[in-house]
């Protein structure tokens, strides 16, 4: 086996990793916190806070 | 005020709203840059030879040049409106307010089709660059391009998925150093610095327009691929530590650059590369810029603009998954789309649901489908997004006037630049029609058919009242 086919072999792995640890990492983040947090952001933060400090 | 509260433990300090876990706001002008810039900067290296093919050298360069000037109307117009509605979704948002949702839930498809095919794009491109780097290298056999198609789009879904800072951080330097080899490989071979290998005069005696003024015309389809996916900085806005600031700087930097780019890339490709050669970009030049290194004679430049190339694509990529899912995360977060995709990950505070939806998405058009009708999609969506630009900064200056709503910055000379793009819209619809016209009239198909699904069955799940945050003064004539 040459180095590329070795390179295959390693892109293939590493792909398979990278997919686990975020497939892991959701669901363990979706099992851990609730809906309502996580899909707690809104829209126009920073700018209602801007316009309620000139209030 | 009361609500506010920096040090709570269970908000994020800046939501007034009852945001608990929000988007990071740690970005400033350079990685909007390094977005914008990085997006693009692929195009400067392979694709933008095509106009060549079209209508010859000086064709590609009147391409180069108008949709220079229709890209600064739009960096221009997209600085203006998202300095102001600094949101995450960008022209999506956009359109939520200032023109309704019909517009909105289009403005957001273009994007997340324009963004994840250029993405798969970028990944079949990869893909074919280990494959020449391997055959380079001696490998006897033709390489498995799939498992390094899918590897950069996972490492790069993963970076996304673990945090904006590292993912721009990474597009910033890769996007430098891509930028600079375009640079030294001018200096290196016009002459400034030792012997230059130009051969302008030579190359286009007698094939000055081969194909008349109707060649410029079709050029200007892929003239757009010097700049395509600049105004992808504006998805950046909920994340900058100061929209107002690093949006237009980093934008208006941004476009400088792209000029900058695209004419040392076609000045150093013509005066090396004969014309039938350059504007073949399937069997005949694939990357010029990397193919003018190769005649240049120097190892040095062979390796820098070979190392250009991958980090071009690679940067491209990672801004197009980034910009998808921020703007897949701002519909699901309104419920354009399920309410399910606007959620945030607490430790990483990104949109995680949206960054990994999209990534068997990509694989199936990356694995699946001909780079060159994938790129049109991406093209003919970027291109409705940007016919909606100059209705939306036109209907933005009469609804709230400069003196309505404090602006980051207040484009010049309006109504011209939306004149302009509209304008300069019109030709590249044409030039587009000319090649792919069964394309552009299944792709406004698709869009229709989706609109009425959106008016007759989703429209009733949206958040009517909640969608409209801004704490503006009402519009104008309401």
Partial sequence: ?55 | MTDIDITSKTMDGMGPHGTKVGLLRVLGPAHVWALGVGIVLVGEYMGWNFAVGKGGAYAALIACWFAGILYSCVAMIDSEVTSTVASAGGQYTQAKHIIGPLMAFNVGLYLVFAYTMLEAANAITAGYLFSVVATMSGHATDLDQRPFIILVIMFLAWLNYRGVLATLTFNLVITAIAFLAILILFLSTSGIVGGGIMEHAALFEGHELPYGWIGVLAAMHFGLWYYLGIEGTTQAAEEVRSPARALPFGTLAGIMTLLIAATLTWYVSTGVLPWEFLGDGVNGSVAPLFDTARLSGSTGLVWLLGFGTLFATLASANGCINDASRAWFAMGRDKYLPSWFGAVHPKYRTPYRSIVFLVPIALIFALGAPLDQVITFSILSGLLGYTFMPLNIILFRRKWPLNSIKRGYEHPFHPLPAITLLALCGVTYFAVFLGYGTQLVAMIGFYIVVSLWFHFWRYRFVNRGAQFTMPWPKPQGY
């Fill in chain 1, 1 to 55: 086996m040459n180095l590329w086919n070795f390179m295959e072999y390693a892109a293939w792995g590493v792909s398979a990793l990278l997919g686990l640890h975020m497939l892991v990492d959701w669901l363990k983040t979706d099992s851990t916190y609730s809906e309502e947090v996580l899909t707690s952001s809104r829209e126009g933060e920073l700018e209602a806070l801007a316009e309620e400090h000139k209030g």
